[in-house]
């Protein structure tokens, strides 16, 4: 579980985290939505450490992560997993090195051990075939696959995800998003995803916080997201006709 | 006050590379790798570079000896002098940093662009030292490169002055053993092994902080090049000054 308390971040005279607090759970699916600019990846890069908030805590299963020292936060780190919008796959090593690298550098696992857990998640991902293929060689939803079994190869406790599904076609977003939801209940994992596709919201948002110029505007569920009437969240979420006509049909069929 | 925050960071990541080392068994294959490209990769060009280098000092020499009282073997004497004390060490590294400098910046920013160095950091990998340490120790072997660059450049004086009727072979060779001081081959590889440290480390620093985009990557490679070359022009008259004034 992470605890979010009253973050705030600047970056010189721009204030872009005014005070967000949140709890995203274990076993869930937490999507960050928000319109470009309000401050999710801002948010998401404090969550990874990446950023340190100017105000505010940050707790990862009761531990504040700004209280830890230097070696503790490294070793917190290794207990996440992170898929990056572009992949971030590393373009000199094959597929297999990619998911590889993580029990290479923090292991003493032997060869034959590591190739099994790397053979393992693999097929977990459904990739079976592209061991020896260097990223270059592959779409961008295998190698989103790729970059999903480097995140858990590690059995990470939080996984991150940044857009996991921007630039992908409409079939495979929704494979990885459900990849993602079903590894998430498997595995027991904290998920949080930054986002701002409305298929995922509506698909695998267990729970959703919407930000808005850096404040979170609103908190709730994929179901709840329905009903709400804070206009913000229903100007974003139901910007297109399509969507507007589906939450019309679901509160006509809920009536 | 920029370029004294630029200085300043420079320092800091120096220190940063050297903190939380990469597992042994990782940073050996990544030093192999580095020595590979960064030191045998640039061994054709190198050798290129510096036979031609050589045969032009000897040629040059050689059309201005004009009065009969100086003797040939000054062909030989300004080759050994000019390749040994400045050519094989200052030249070279100026062609190194073009060629493997362009190549470290290209390499590690387009690494910050793909968030592939934010995918080391978030796995708790001090990416300074995954990235950089390699680099350095790589370079390390630089003399060994700058030692064939004398020999190979001294040998191209040799062939331009003989075979271009310049000087006899035992007028060269007597030019060559004439008023020779050891200490100016360990001057070069002192600075040669400076040098080697300034070409792993500047065009690291600017690849690594860049922002920005592919064509960014593209500027901050030119910025590389440019201040490494600055760089080392400047210490080349430092350490000249300390070494032999």
């Known amino acids: ?255 | 006050m920029n370029y004294l925050a630029s200085i300043g960071s420079y320092f800091i990541m120096i220190i940063e590379v050297f903190k939380k080392p990469t597992k042994w068994s990782v940073m050996r294959t990544l030093i192999l790798k580095e020595i590979d490209e960064l030191v045998y990769g640039s061994m054709g060009i190198i050798i290129f570079i510096s036979f031609f280098i050589g045969g032009v000092v000897a040629i040059q020499t050689a059309l201005n000896i004009t009065n009969p009282l100086i003797p040939r073997n000054l062909i030989g004497f300004a080759t050994r002098q000019s390749v040994i004390l400045e050519f094989a060490p200052t030249f070279t590294s100026i062609i190194m940093a073009g060629k493997v400098g362009s190549y470290i910046t290209s390499s590690i920013g387009t690494m910050r662009v793909t968030e592939q160095i934010d995918a080391l950091e978030i796995m708790g990998v001090n990416s300074l030292n995954y990235l950089v340490f390699p680099k350095i120790i790589a370079m390390l072997f630089y003399p060994f490169v700058i030692a064939i660059a004398m020999y190979v450049g001294i040998f191209g004086g040799w062939t331009a002055g003989v075979f271009g009727g310049f000087s006899s072979s035992a007028d060269f060779v007597e030019g060559l053993q004439l008023d020779f001081i050891p200490f100016h081959v360990t001057y070069s590889f002192v600075k040669s092994i400076v040098f080697a440290l300034l070409i792993a480390t500047i065009p690291s620093f600017h690849g690594y902080y860049m922002k920005g985009g592919a064509l960014e990557v593209g500027k901050a490679s030119t910025t590389s090049f440019v201040w490494t070359s600055v760089v080392i022009i400047i210490v080349n008259y430092i350490l000249t000054q300390l070494l032999l004034g």
């Open chain 1, 1 to 255: 579980m992470i605890e979010v308390d009253n973050i705030h971040k600047s970056f010189g005279d721009a204030h872009i985290l005014k005070g967000i607090s949140s709890v995203f759970e274990k076993g869930k699916t937490n999507l960050i939505i928000g319109q470009s600019g309000s401050g999710k990846t801002v948010f998401l890069k404090c969550l990874l450490g990446l950023f340190t908030p100017d105000e505010g805590t940050i707790s990862y299963d009761g531990k504040i992560y700004a209280k830890l020292s230097p070696s503790e936060q490294r070793n917190l780190r290794q207990e996440m997993g992170m898929v990056f919008q572009g992949s971030a796959l590393f373009d000199s090593m094959t597929v297999e090195g990619n998911v590889m690298f993580p029990l290479g550098m923090f292991t003493k696992q032997s060869k034959s051990e590591m190739q099994d857990r790397v053979d393992f998640v693999l097929k977990r991902v459904n990739l079976v075939d592209a061991h020896h293929k260097f990223p270059s060689e592959i779409s961008g939803g295998m190698q989103k696959r790729v970059a999903i079994a480097r995140a858990i190869v590690m059995n990470p406790k939080y996984l991150f995800c940044d857009e996991p599904n921007s630039g992908l076609d409409p079939k495979t977003a929704i494979l990885i998003d459900n990849l993602i939801h079903e590894i998430t209940q498997e595995y027991d994992i904290t998920t949080v995803i930054n986002t701002h596709d409305m298929n995922s919201v509506m698909e695998i948002g267990e729970k959703i916080i919407f930000l808005k110029n850096g404040l979170k505007e609103w908190e709730g569920s994929n179901k709840e997201i329905f009903k709400t009437e804070n206009e913000a969240v229903t100007d974003f979420v139901y910007s297109s006709e399509l969507f507007k006509k589906v939450r019309q049909m679901y509160i006509e069929e809920r009536n």
